[in-house]
């Protein structure tokens, strides 16, 4: 199946609010931080970057020269906890290199912002309790501080 760019909003639109920017993103010819359109070749400059999960620009070389990994790494998702593969080994490698301290040798992986605050949440109510039950101050430390109303970001 082919959708026409110039139908690609109608298309959508018969199954989602779609009420986002007119153009139509080329994938290919998209570069660094200037968006293509598709429907008529004219080009933005990307000032949002997709709400900032596009920081490297569009086709960067190094994402490119990388893309055949990606793609053989993205085609199957195996739960990573129970079943491994050369890629994430290769990945936590060099991960721990970078960001992974020796004074905290573990990490936790996890997909995803609402995972991840979630997650989070879990280990500093652990923390607390744990800390907590040492001073004899029984199970306290479960109650979050948070704002009424906040925007909390999109997930």
């Given at each position: 199946m082919t959708i026409d760019s110039k139908n690609v909003r109608a298309t959508l639109g018969?199954?989602?609010l779609a009420d986002g920017y007119e153009p139509v993103m080329d994938m290919k010819k998209s570069h660094g931080s200037w968006l293509v359109d598709e429907r008529d070749g004219s080009e933005y400059l990307d000032m949002f970057s997709?709400?900032?999960?596009?920081?490297?620009g569009y086709n960067h070389p190094d994402i490119q020269a990388g893309?055949?990994?990606?793609?053989?790494?993205?085609?199957?998702?195996?739960?990573?906890?129970?079943?491994?593969?050369?890629?994430?080994?290769?990945?936590?490698?060099?991960?721990?290199?970078?960001?992974?301290?020796?004074?905290?040798?573990h990490a936790f992986f996890i997909e995803g912002g609402a995972?991840?605050?979630?997650?989070?949440?879990k280990v500093a109510f652990d923390w607390k309790v744990r800390k907590n039950m040492e001073k004899a101050k029984g199970k306290k430390g479960g109650k979050i501080i948070h704002f009424k109303q906040a925007f909390h970001g999109r997930t």
């Open positions: 018969k199954h989602i997709m709400f900032a999960s596009g920081a490297v893309k055949d990994r990606l793609t053989a790494a993205a085609l199957y998702k195996p739960t990573l906890s129970d079943i491994y593969n050369i890629q994430y080994a290769e990945f936590v490698e060099k991960f721990s290199n970078t960001a992974i301290p020796e004074y905290l040798p995972l991840g605050v979630e997650n989070a949440l």
